[in-house]
């Protein structure tokens, strides 16, 4: 069974910079097109940031020139690295991901469970 896990969240001071990693349970799994997500207290959950091929594209303003998500050596691994750093940016950040076995094949679409940022001095 396919298993999204986030990691890399934690505390970080404005400006800061943090790297979020999404890993697929397994190394059999290939991430294919994801996105990133997030949700702050009391907002709805909104996509920050888009992975397709070796795109990355930003569907935020606030995060442009910020925000780049790129892939891992490994197929099943993915990041989202963050610069500069607001206290805007504060919220539980989501891995959803097309997962399958390799290059051409799907299984299906994943959610991780989420990790939070917290920025703050």
């Known amino acids: 069974q396919v298993q999204l896990v986030e990691s890399g969240g934690g505390l970080v001071q404005p400006g800061g910079s943090l790297r979020l990693s999404c890993t697929a349970s397994g190394s059999i799994f290939t991430i294919h097109a994801m996105g990133w997500y997030r949700q702050a207290p009391g907002k709805q959950r909104e996509l920050v940031t888009t992975?397709?091929?070796?795109?990355?594209?930003n569907h935020i303003d606030s995060v442009k020139g910020r925000f780049t998500a790129s892939r891992g050596n490994a197929k099943n691994t993915v990041y989202l690295q963050m610069n500069m750093l607001k206290p805007e940016d504060t919220a539980v950040y989501y891995c959803?991901?097309?997962?399958?076995?390799?290059?051409?094949?799907?299984?299906?679409?994943?959610w991780g469970p989420g990790t939070q940022v917290t920025v703050s001095s």
């Open positions: 992975l397709t091929g070796a795109d990355s594209t």
């Open positions: 959803n991901a097309e997962v399958g076995y390799n290059d051409a094949h799907v299984i299906g679409d994943y």
